[in-house]
């Protein structure tokens, strides 16, 4: 029997006073050395969130109010392959959260709403694709060294 994990998963739009807080997880994260990329530019982006059927999507962990997690769908992520959509993006899981299985529970519930949204699969990229391939994600394309774009089937 498994322990119970000690987070809820919730929509952005339903917790909006975090949008702040999970703005900067996903800037410190992937954000920080890109030229021109800000806090407030996520801020903003995630603004598009605002409901929770369509997409973008943003969903959090929360533990006891607290921020834990992110994961968003959005419509693309590459431009070099604008015929994959929709694309699983910003996947952050606050450093003492790792490998208690927050990240897993965050992806299958995106995998979920995915599928409710009628989606037939959802890509994205990866330098750590072991995570994934665990979820059931396979390789699409290993563009170079150390990165891959992969992909769930959802059909």
Same mark, same amino acid.
């Given at each position: 029997?498994?322990?119970?994990?000690?987070?809820?998963?919730?929509?952005?739009?339903?917790?909006?006073?975090?949008?702040?807080?999970?703005?900067?997880?996903?800037?410190?994260?992937?954000?920080?050395?890109?030229?021109?990329?800000?806090?407030?530019?996520?801020?903003?982006?995630?603004?598009?969130?605002?409901?929770?059927?369509?997409?973008?999507?943003?969903?959090?962990?929360?533990?006891?109010?607290?921020?834990?997690?992110?994961?968003?769908?959005?419509?693309?992520?590459?431009? &070099?392959? *604008?015929?994959?959509?929709?694309? =699983?993006?910003?996947? +952050?899981?606050?450093? %003492?959260?790792? $490998?208690?299985?927050?990240?897993?529970?965050?992806?299958?519930?995106?995998?979920?709403?995915?599928?409710?949204?009628?989606?037939?699969?959802?890509?994205?990229?990866? &330098?750590? *694709?072991?995570?994934?391939?665990? =979820?059931?994600?396979? +390789?699409?394309?290993? %563009?170079?060294? $150390?990165?891959?774009?992969?992909?769930?089937?959802?059909?």
């Amino acid at each position: 029997m498994s322990t119970p994990l000690p987070v809820t998963l919730h929509h952005l739009c339903e917790v909006p006073a975090l949008r702040r807080a999970v703005a900067a997880l996903i800037h410190e994260e992937f954000w920080l050395t890109v030229p021109g990329a800000s806090e407030d530019g996520m801020f903003e982006r995630l603004g598009q969130a605002d409901r929770a059927d369509h997409i973008p999507l943003c969903l959090v962990a929360l533990h006891e109010g607290r921020l834990v997690g992110v994961v968003n769908l959005v419509d693309s992520d590459d431009d &070099d392959h *604008p015929e994959w959509h929709p694309w =699983l993006a910003g996947m +952050v899981v606050a450093e %003492p959260w790792r $490998g208690r299985g927050v990240g897993s529970a965050l992806v299958r519930y995106l995998l979920a709403e995915a599928r409710g949204l009628g989606c037939e699969r959802v890509y994205f990229g990866t &330098d750590g *694709p072991g995570f994934y391939t665990r =979820l059931g994600a396979v +390789v699409q394309l290993q %563009p170079r060294p $150390g990165f891959w774009f992969m992909r769930f089937e959802l059909a």
